[in-house]
Every structure is written in structure tokens, then in C-alpha cells.
């Protein structure tokens, strides 16, 4: 059950530095000592494989920041507040994250971004049916940053991982594999 998340994971992490490290900096694209970001993103994802017995629904937003540490990688935290509509009781879910988020610039101010994130979260309701109230996060995505004056626009594609890794028992470990999209809005120190 856990091998394609394993797969994706590995995956990721073998390419990111490969990215990251492409293309050559230039006039204009100069890359500054540190920048930070933050931004505010909706997203809707629905559950897409390894099936627990229900079907999750999840919608809400992302409040990130970061800042850049070295080259292209960022540290990243964010904060999701999210609905899950799911069999039984609905519920709520907010949580922290913290992980990186790779950008390049191929040519011109279009960034192209990778992340990868873990965490944790607590729920109005158990989530999924089955689960518990706690349950530790992963997520992994990418997208696009396009500037428009002093703010980005971003659009991208994530995976998100809800759960409890067994904290109870293995019966009580149903997990949710979702993915979906994100839209955000956010701004740029030096932008």
C-alpha cells in the first residue's frame, strides 16, 4: 500500500537537486542572499487511490512562508485550515508543515517550483472514518509563480497524505491519499 507513495518520494528527491541545479543565472534572473515568501492558497483535492472505505473530499486554504537558505531551496512552513467531506461526520482540519520548496527560472520571471513537506494536524472529527483526531501530514507538488507587479500569481498540482502511521493499532491506520490543485496569491521580499 505504501509503495507508491515510497516510488513519488524517491522520485522526487532523486530529481529536485538534478532541477535545481540547471540552467545558469543571469542578469535577469540574479539570485539574491535571501528572499522570503509568503502566500495564501486555495485548494481543493479529492482522494485518488488506496481506498479506506470512504471517499474524502478536501477543501480549504494554505498559508505559507518561506525563505530561501541556499541556491534555489527554500524552508518551507505552512499552516493548512481544511474541510474534509467525507462518510459519517464531517470534520475540520488545521495543522503545521515544514519542508523545502525548490524555484528555478527557465528563461524570463516565470518560476517553476517543486516541494516537499511533512507535519502534523488534529481534526474536529476522526479522518478519515476509522482514524483519529491526530494524524501526521506529507505532502509534494509543483507549479508555476508568475509575477504581476508586486504579488505572484501561482497555480499547481499537489499530493497530500493524511495519516496516524499506526499510532493505535494497524486496524485504526486508514490513510487518505489525495490530489488536487492550489491557486494562490502571494508577495516577495525585494519584489
Known sequence: MRMPVAIVAFLILGCVPALAGQGSVTAATPIRPAAWHVDFSGAALHEAWDFNGSTEKTAGVFFGIDRRVW????????????????????????????????RWRPGGSVSLFVEISVGVSNSTNPTPPRGTNFNYLALMGGGVEIPVRRVYLSLGGRWFHVSNASLIDAARNPDTQSLGVLFGIGWRSGS
Open 71 to 102: 541556491r534555489r531551496m527554500a524552508l518551507r512552513f505552512e499552516l493548512p485550515a481544511l474541510h474534509i467531506s467525507q462518510d459519517g461526520d464531517d470534520a475540520w482540519l488545521g495543522g503545521v508543515t515544514v519542508g523545502t520548496r525548490f
